[in-house]
């Protein structure tokens, strides 16, 4: 299992994580008597190949969880970190161009998780419950900005 960046892995249920927030997720979808796959399969999006002479490592994915059939979930704690913004247009594609039934979605942290599946009880949509979370995050982000931009005109 290689290590993530920043993460400390951790047991939870008698099962290794390899992060905190995965562990935390899979808490989670335990109190909400969410049954999940956690790291069932890995996705190659490039092929290992060689450049003049140099050989370099296929790059891989494995979808941190697949819940209700076919929504894929990465536990990311921080939305750019590494070369995420790139591998994560790479899984995108992989799904469109494979004509994979998933969707894809991101958590950032628990208490995020624990919101949208509160929205998905009522909804018993996902996608839905996500996106009416989504905008509900960036209404308020937005409401912040506002407040922060009065604040720096004051004198």
């Known amino acids: ?3 993530i960046r920043n993460a400390t892995p951790t047991y939870y249920n008698g099962i290794k994580y390899r ?3 995965e562990a935390e997720c899979a808490k989670v979808f335990d109190e909400a008597g969410i049954e999940f796959d956690y790291e069932p399969f890995k996705i190659v999006l490039l092929p290992e190949f060689t450049y003049m002479g140099k050989k370099f490592q ?3 994915y494995k979808p941190d969880f697949i819940i209700l059939g076919n929504i894929m979930l ?3 704690g921080f939305a ?3 070369n995420y913004v790139n591998k994560r247009k790479m899984i995108l594609k992989h799904i469109l161009d494979k004509d994979l039934n998933y969707m894809f979605f991101e958590i950032y942290s ?3 998780l624990r919101n949208i599946l509160n929205r998905y009880k009522r909804l ?3 996608y839905d419950a996500y996106m009416e979370y989504d905008k509900e995050l960036k209404a308020k ?3 912040r900005r506002t407040k922060k931009k009065k604040l720096n005109y004051e004198y």
Do not use: G, Y
């Open 1 to 3: 299992m290689p290590k």
């Open 19 to 21: 992060s905190k927030l």
């Open 58 to 60: 296929a790059w891989t």
């Open 74 to 76: 990465e536990a990311k």
């Open 80 to 82: 750019k970190a590494d």
């Open 110 to 112: 628990s208490s995020h």
């Open 124 to 126: 018993n949509n996902f």
């Open 141 to 143: 982000q937005k409401i």
